[in-house]
């Protein structure tokens, strides 16, 4: 029996680098620190694995699946990589290689969580902070449209509400805490004040608040919220010594989208004439951060690019996954550590039983379901050592600790080889 | 006395049973439980004479889907949510405004009792295989 320590968690954004993971032989027996979603990851790691690669639903070699993958993809004249955001930073790297060879697209799942947030930072720039300045600094926590409790469960104590911090030694005590929403969901009860906002209001509310923080009165109810509370937050976060805005997809995936963001911004940058205040993205995958890092190191652009005429361009919109796939435009798709026939709305996820689908992954899902190709990987994380980007623009190193489910190759070796097999099919024709 | 059909507004999202049913695996009971259910204001499913655990159809200008009926009295009435998953995706339409992302939340929806039963994974796969 060995315990790990300090293994970072591969499931959110948090990226939790406290957990203590008991290994007995080649089976993980306890994940301590670990959250319910982050035990599951772990202790249900070999469950529903799929066992062997498979072309059209045979069993096949490995190397049979990633020939087919790789003439399916070579031969393509519009394929699509997409996913990248639950895998290691140098797997990302082969993806965006991979669509450089083959002249297509590279889009991973920032283009249907935090996409938006990223259209606005490119216009209106970011200020940002670590998750360490949050815990030892902040005295005034707003969740916009997020929900901890959800999607990031240990946010709370590890970072923003509970820990006692440098500069905030009561903890829990030295923080106001407020939850801006459009209905009441555990953070709200967590939170000093719930705040309703009207469905599609959240732009409004942010514009008033900013107008408030410029020294305007507000005299009317916006969006559902009274004059009094508006006028009563812009006091507060301008007295704050330091503020943070926590905001998730109740921003970015109502109506508005990129334009509630911009206006945050703008917000936040209105109330550094008073105080110190950042906001920060909830990042959901654990690696979506890095998905976007890598991505613009690589191309310049952190998602939606397209290679078809040699070099990197970049328009959301056009060259995001769901757009493609609604407008029927790819004839290849390589999915890796994504399940878009899930997350995508039915009208774009059918386009992938109609071309060649590949796809790498360690559980049968419906994008496996319906993939011609499908290849079994290890867990990055789990089985893999790699890199992971936190919510914050943070790296850190993932642990591999147990040896993969049944000897299968990770992400970035599957990636190489088909890699090499692309090239020289394309050298041949 | 009941009303055949409300209509309400809908938003999708994460839960944490969603996060830890997926990690068991996509086609596990525990994923299956934790996402084929929409979430509605108990003062809605009174009107409608629907109970915890009935099932509904959901209906929007881009499809419909059958699920369970959870009921939550931290609702108000004229919201569901329904949490992500390949059910809630039958009912969200892909234009995203030039984007890139869908409008998972904010939609018009109208929810009704049913007894069509709730598709299982396979019947959805084999939906998006036969899509025209």
Known sequence: MAVITDVVCPFCGCLCDDLEITVEGNEIKGAKNACAISRSKFMSHGENRIRTPTVKGKEVSLEKAVEAAAKALASAKRPIVYGLSSTECDAIARCVELAEITGGVVDNTASVCHGPTILALQQVGESKTSLGEVKNRADLVIFWGSNPPAAHIRHFVRYSVTPRGLYVPEGRKGRYVVHVDVRETPTSRVADQFIKVDHGGDFELLLALRAAVRGAKITEDISGVPAEEINALAKRMKEAKMGIVFFGLGLTQSDGRHMNIDVAVGLVAELNHHTKFVLTPMRGHYNVAGANTVTTWQTGYPYAVDFARGYPRYNPGEYTAVDMLAKGEPDAAIIVASDPAATFPANSAKHLARIPTITLDQKVTPTTMLSDVVIPVATAGIEVEGTAYRMDGFSLRLSKVVEPHGGVKSDREVLDMIIERVKALKEDA | ?132
Not at chain 2, 27 to 48: H, P, R
């Open chain 2, 1 to 132: 006395m009941f009303v055949e059909k409300i209509t309400v507004i809908l938003i999708s999202g994460r839960t944490s049973q969603q996060g830890v049913g997926l990690e068991v695996g996509k086609t596990s009971e525990e994923y299956f439980e934790s996402v084929t259910y929409i979430e509605l204001s108990t003062g809605d499913a009174g009107s409608l004479g629907v109970g915890d655990g009935d099932q509904v159809k959901v209906e929007t200008a881009h499809g419909s889907v059958v699920v369970s009926a959870k009921l939550s009295d931290k609702l108000e009435p004229g919201t569901s949510f329904f949490p992500y998953g390949i059910w809630a995706n039958q009912v969200f339409g892909s234009e995203t405004g030039g984007t890139g992302m869908p409008h998972f939340k904010g939609i018009e929806a109208e929810i009704s009792p049913s007894s069509a039963g709730v598709p299982s994974l396979a019947d959805l796969v084999a939906t998006l295989k036969g899509g025209s």
